[in-house]
């Protein structure tokens, strides 16, 4: 009979990972004063490779909110890219968006930043920031993904992406405040309330 129970129990919470939201507790504020803030990296500190070869310096997004995205072409998620377009276009003066390519998750990322840049055009019409394919899980995952998903960095978050379409809500001082899983809608509810 526990056996029975069990296996729905498991595949019931594989789903709803999908839908995770984390939120910067509120009681973290003395953990960061504590970390060696000399050898902590600010948001703002990170430059990186756009999909056209451009460098962007992050302290460009200084008193903006940001959410990035690891994001594929081949994904069941694939369609949030027109969601987040959405939220671009109609949210864009409270949230920059930034998109981060990687083929981490089923290999669902094949293609070269040539292709991805067009596919994104093509298919839904993608004018937010993109940058160049990455790895954002194991052991060449990349420093900004590092700061993302360790809290001896960010100051509380230990979660990295479970998957394509995970994003992660900077607010307007550079501090990461809220993980959200793959299922979370771009548009929903509960990211327009983070974003207002």
């Not at 056996?3 to 019931?12: C, D, G, N, T, Y």
């Not at 590092?146 to 550079?174: M, R, T």
Request: a positive charge; one cysteine or more; aromatic letters at 12%.
């Amino acid at each position: 009979m526990f056996k029975s129970i069990m296996i729905p129990l498991v595949l019931l919470s594989a789903c709803l990972g999908a839908n995770t939201i984390k939120s910067k507790p509120e009681n973290t504020q003395n953990t960061t004063i504590m970390q060696d803030d000399a050898n902590k990296k600010s948001f703002y500190d990170f430059k990186m490779e756009a999909i056209d070869g451009k460098t962007i310096d992050f302290s460009q997004y200084k008193g903006k909110k940001v959410l990035l995205v690891n994001v594929a072409s081949k994904c069941g998620y694939t369609p949030q890219y027109e969601q987040l377009q959405a939220l671009h276009e109609k949210y864009g003066n409270k949230v920059t968006i930034l998109g981060f390519p990687a083929n981490n998750f089923g290999s669902q990322e094949p293609g070269t930043n040539e292709e991805i840049a067009t596919f994104c055009k093509k298919n839904y019409g993608v004018t937010f920031q993109m940058f160049q394919k990455i790895s954002v899980k194991g052991s060449d995952m990349h420093p900004l993904y590092k700061w993302l998903s360790d809290k001896s960095q960010n100051g509380w978050n230990d979660q990295a992406p479970s998957w394509n379409f995970c994003k992660y809500l900077v607010n307007e001082k550079g501090e990461l405040v809220k993980f959200y899983g793959s299922g979370v809608d771009p548009i929903g509810d509960e990211m327009l309330k983070a974003i207002q």
